[in-house]
């Protein structure tokens, strides 16, 4: 299997007006599962269709292995990508649609046989072969399109936000059967999507692009607790983190992050990466299972205790979404799923201050 190395990649369209994609430099490491998510627009396709050979690469190179392809053809790449829409044949049962490429590539019919019947058993469609597209629902569809992908034992696979044309259980479901596949092929797989549950959930390591370029490349669980920047911070997780305004103030010693009438205390850890900004504005940002519900804290310390008024209570079964007001600001909390305050009732909160994130205003990284 190989690895992947995108270096400084730049992607200027001849009738576009911006750069699609600014000097992306990303590296897949020989087996890895990388993930590529950002909004729509950010550059996901056209980085993946430079490295598939299908979208010429304005500047920078991309190696495979230690090749570098930046003039190989797409055919000649090793590599095997699927898409969004399946785009199989329908006069084409799914045997033939996965063996096409191979019969292309004139590959001996048992080697054919034996790889698509190889694929068939992972992917559990063994008995759908005969079948046309037309006779099969969204998820086999999608299923024999990844056949057609597996069978070609690429070095490298593509894949291009498959699963967005399933519906929302089959999504879940065929992202369980990607994660399957996944530990049983044990290849290089570099993976597009907007939707950054399936980042979190499928992902070895993430990488968040915006505007074309890439701003964080970390593994899950770094890119939710620290993320690089207010961007990362925002768009990975759900509901997504609450950003509130405001300025680091100095009293008696302590420091504290203060707007208008709301105050929270800055805990000692992370006093040291904000007594630069005494007196300057900074972002803090929490997620909404930070913030608690006073009634249900055994010890609530007064200084992290604020009022909001609840707007919009959603419940979600195991959990519920409180939409508060906390003076002119709107935010967001998770709490449990046996909580059922009113619309317009007051609420203490607690703000966990130990989970807080303070992002600069001008150049939104992180501070802390
Ligand atoms: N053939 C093209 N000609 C000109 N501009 C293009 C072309 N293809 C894409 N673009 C522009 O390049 C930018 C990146 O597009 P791209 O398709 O890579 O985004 P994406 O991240 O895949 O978005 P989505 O999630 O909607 O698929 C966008 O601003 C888009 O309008
Ligand atoms: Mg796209």
Redesign the pocket.
């Given at each position: 299997m190989a690895h992947v190395s995108i270096q400084e990649v730049t992607?200027i369209?001849?009738?576009?007006n911006?750069l699609?994609?600014d000097k992306v430099s990303l590296d897949i490491e020989s087996k890895e599962f990388l993930v590529l998510v950002?909004?729509?627009?950010?550059?996901?396709?056209?980085?993946?269709?430079m490295v598939a050979g299908l979208?010429e690469i304005t500047s920078g190179k991309i190696y495979i292995g230690d090749r570098l392809v930046n003039d190989v053809p797409a055919k000649d790449r090793d590599i095997a990508m699927v898409f969004q829409t399946y785009a199989l044949y329908p006069h084409m049962t799914a045997f033939e649609n996965m063996a096409f490429g191979l019969t292309l590539r004139r590959y001996p019919k048992w080697e054919i046989t034996n790889r698509v019947k190889e694929a068939a058993e992972i992917l559990s469609i063994s008995k759908l072969l005969n079948r046309k597209p037309r006779e099969l629902s969204g998820g086999e569809r999608q299923r024999v399109a990844l056949g057609r992908a597996i069978v070609r034992k690429p070095a490298v696979f593509l894949f291009?936000?498959p699963l967005s044309n399933l519906d929302a259980k089959m999504r879940v479901q065929m992202r369980t059967e990607l994660n399957k596949l996944y530990n049983k092929l044990q290849s290089t797989m570099l993976y597009?999507?907007?939707d950054q549950t399936e980042a979190m959930t499928l992902g070895n390591r993430i990488a968040v692009?915006h505007q074309?370029v890439i701003q964080q490349v970390a593994d899950p669980a770094n890119i939710y607790t620290h993320p690089a920047n207010k961007f990362v911070a925002g768009f990975i997780g759900s509901p997504p983190m609450n950003f509130i305004n405001g300025r680091v103030i100095r009293r008696n010693g302590k420091f504290y992050f203060e707007e208008g009438a709301f105050r929270v205390k800055i805990v000692d850890e992370m006093v040291p990466k904000l007594a630069p900004y005494d007196g300057k504005q900074v972002t803090l940002g929490i997620r909404p299972e930070s913030i608690y519900d006073k009634l249900f804290v055994q010890y609530a310390p007064p200084e992290n205790t604020v009022t909001a008024t609840v707007d919009v209570v959603e419940p979600m079964g195991s959990e519920v979404y409180l939409h508060l007001l906390l003076g002119t600001h709107a935010v967001t909390a998770r709490v449990g799923g046996h909580e059922r305050p009113k619309v317009n009732q007051d609420m203490d909160l607690v703000f966990d201050m130990s989970k807080v994130h303070f992002f600069d205003p001008d150049s939104e990284a992180a501070i802390v």
């Open positions: 992607k369209y001849p009738h576009g911006e699609a994609v950002g909004p729509s627009g950010c550059g996901k396709s056209t980085t993946l269709r979208e291009d936000e597009v999507t907007h692009m074309g």
